[in-house]
């Protein structure tokens, strides 16, 4: 059974730090592509980064570029989001995916996902 475990969501005051985990766990996630998504209140879900698990090859929406930096460590099957430098728009739940697809941003070619941490950044 696959599963997708986030961690490390908080309270945060603007211009702050928080790293994300995500544990992944029940399948080889070699050929997969390790995503993370945030969904903001009354807003629809979107892309935020995505990492592929072998090769590393990364990629980075608009918003988060230069701010938010995606990694993984293969040994503890673990994917992060370091965010630096929040803003109040960053506000959100934050979910961790998996998918076959490389690269993607649209949902749907995500076939696993975590159920979701809540990151709040105070102005």
């Known amino acids: 059974q696959v599963q997708l475990v986030e961690s490390g969501g908080g309270l945060v005051q603007a211009g702050g730090s928080l790293r994300l985990s995500c544990a992944a766990s029940g399948r080889s996630f070699s050929l997969y592509t390790m995503g993370w998504f945030r969904q903001a209140p009354g807003k629809e879900r979107t892309f935020v980064a995505a990492?592929?698990?072998?090769?590393?090859?990364?990629y980075y929406a608009d918003s988060v570029k230069g701010r938010f930096t995606i990694s993984r460590d293969i040994a503890k099957n673990t994917v992060y989001l370091q965010m630096n430098s929040l803003k109040p728009d960053d506000t959100a739940v934050y979910y961790c995916a998996a998918g076959r697809q490389w690269v993607s941003i649209r949902e749907a070619t995500y076939d696993f996902w975590g159920q979701g941490t809540q990151v709040t950044v105070s102005s």
């Open positions: 990492i592929r698990w072998s090769g590393g090859n990364i």
